[in-house]
């Protein structure tokens, strides 16, 4: 399971651009200390972006950085060497529900096409093109287009992620007619305001079940210690002070079983000691 999902071909001129635009941007994320997988060139397949990214699958939970050749109703990847669908609009409710994606992408953003299709099936944001638009191979339109990124793993809002290559747009007008071109544009659909990828991502669902083990990692010097209980082969955790030590932990190590609530970030959300 991963945090990010990064997609980008290398084919032909223009994404050999957009793939050198991913160049570090799976060693800049794994810094701020997120998990990525990138996808590139003969990687960004259908097969493989299904893999990744298919909701019942549950391996990419955050966002999608899609960096390809798009149409209004498809974005592109890669197979034997030419371009292939990996996002259209049969499959993009099952491949991009309750995920944030960025594209840098032409025509995604279409009206009444794949990003609005998406964002009314269930995929939090979409931040794309609504026409045609350019890719250069130079630093300054890679750190132009990396500001959006950036901004997401920040944790900022998608409006706030937005402003931020609005911006990187804006100030690089001077450069060339590119930038304004993109940004004229650029636009970001969204199903809800305030989100940010910590926020509104991919919750995997929660569960319940008898614990098989019962442990204790007690922090001498603290005052907060945490309890792991092992439900089906699998360990869920709960931080807990020492007056629900007492009360809690206690009458679960002393009963003659003990059933246990779990959410879908592997925390214990109850636990129910049971002696009868």
Excluded at 254 to 267: F, L, M, N, T
Aim: hydrophobic letters at 35%; one cysteine or more.
């Amino acid at each position: 399971m991963v945090d990010f999902l990064i997609i980008r071909n290398k084919f032909d001129t223009a994404t050999e651009y957009t793939n050198w635009i991913g160049d570090g941007m799976k060693q800049y994320l794994e810094g701020k200390g997120y998990s990525v997988t990138d996808l590139s060139d003969a990687d960004a397949s259908p097969e493989k972006v299904e893999e990744w990214l298919k909701y019942g699958n549950m391996k990419t939970i955050k966002a999608v950085i899609a960096l390809d050749h798009g149409s209004p109703g498809v974005f592109w990847g890669e197979k034997n060497n030419a371009a292939a669908e990996v996002i259209n609009l049969a499959n993009a409710e099952e491949l991009t529900e309750k995920l944030q994606v960025y594209t840098l992408a032409c025509s995604t953003n279409a009206d009444n096409g794949l990003g609005q299709k998406a964002v009314e099936k269930g995929c939090f944001s979409w931040l794309g093109y609504k026409e045609p638009v350019y890719a250069a191979k130079s630093q300054s339109f890679k750190d132009c287009i990396w500001s959006y990124m950036k901004t997401m793993a920040e944790g900022k809002t998608m409006e706030e992620c937005e402003a931020a290559l609005k911006k990187a747009y804006q100030d690089r007008t001077s450069e060339s007619f590119i930038y304004q071109y993109n940004l004229d544009r650029m636009l970001l659909r969204k199903s809800q305001n305030n989100m940010t990828i910590n926020s509104h991502n991919r919750t995997p669902p929660g569960g319940a079940g008898y614990a098989t083990r019962l442990d204790l990692d007690y922090i001498f010097g603290s005052t907060v210690h945490c309890l792991w209980a092992v439900v089906g082969g699998t360990s869920y955790y709960k931080w807990m002070n020492d007056d629900e030590i007492k009360t809690i932990v206690k009458p679960a190590f002393q009963a003659r079983k003990v059933w246990i609530e779990y959410d879908g970030s592997g925390k214990i959300t109850r636990i129910r000691p049971i002696n009868d």
